[in-house]
């Protein structure tokens, strides 16, 4: 008997490690769409930057071309 009950034991704690497995993979799906997001925010706010820039060159030629 008490080999079986020891079975019995070990086989909740080789459920654990499953779950475990499964946490950290969720953890790490999540850790990469904060980088992927992060990566993204990044690169819109260049091309929204160098957009605002060459609208803003652009209002300087309009406004030295109205004045002369």
Known sequence: MDPS?????ERPKA???????EKARQRSA???LKQ?????IYAL???MTELEQQQFDSF??????GGE
């Open 5 to 9: 009950a020891g079975a019995r034991k």
């Open 15 to 21: 459920r654990d490690p499953p779950a475990r497995l």
């Open 30 to 32: 999540q850790q990469e």
């Open 36 to 40: 992927r997001q992060r990566a993204e």
């Open 45 to 47: 706010n260049r091309v």
């Open 60 to 65: 300087c030629k309009q406004m030295q071309g």
